[in-house]
């Protein structure tokens, strides 16, 4: 039974032709893309954003800007806990400075949440059109081969270029489907945190403006 299996598979990208490899190549590179940017941005990166920062409010609120840093620290990975810490750490400097170091660190993490995702894409792209161009070669091969062929071997010259052209087609769909459903999971993810970092960041930033200034509790009114 195993050997059947191989069999059929070495058969299956044999009467593709290299075409097949190309497009297995490319499902490989974007199977590693998708595994390593999926556990960052749905586990390294990630946080439940409205009840840490309910925390980190509940700390500021009562003066226990330490304590909040301690937070942060022990989701040190988390986009947000990073952006957050940033300003927590200034808290005592005022507004301008606080605005600075949230938006110098949100500069560091937003690229580190969006990076390789947009490649998904383009793989999922020429995994369709590398089939694509398989089809194309294999329609001419099979036309350019029954053209100059004996009347007696016409049938498999075509029969061989047909079955390249569907065997090219069918692969590169089968690649680049899943990869463009793990795109999209990637990316509404990465866009849920990037909204996520810009809310409370905001959020936090009034906050400890508002402490700074002594009206944190007209705040919180």
Known sequence: MEQETTNALAGFFTKGGWYMYVIAAIGV?????????????FFFFSVNGTAFMGQIQKL????????AIKMCNAESEAALARVLKAGLQR?????????????????????????RTPFLSMWANVATLTGLLGTIAGLIKAF???????????????AEGISQAMYTTLFGLITAIPILIAHSFIQNKTAKLVKDLDL??????????ARYKGTLNDEAA
């Open 29 to 41: 590179v974007a199977t590693g893309t998708i595994i390593e940017r999926a556990y960052r941005i």
């Open 200 to 209: 409370f960041s905001v959020r936090l930033i009034n906050l400890l403006s």
């Open 91 to 115: 808290a005592n400097r005022g507004p301008v400075e606080i605005q600075n170091a949230v938006d110098e660190t949100s500069l560091e993490v937003i690229p580190e949440l969006e990076k």
């Open 60 to 67: 500021v609120m009562a003066d226990q800007i330490e304590k």
């Open 144 to 158: 350019a081969g029954v053209a100059a062929a004996a009347a007696a071997d016409k049938q498999r010259i075509l």
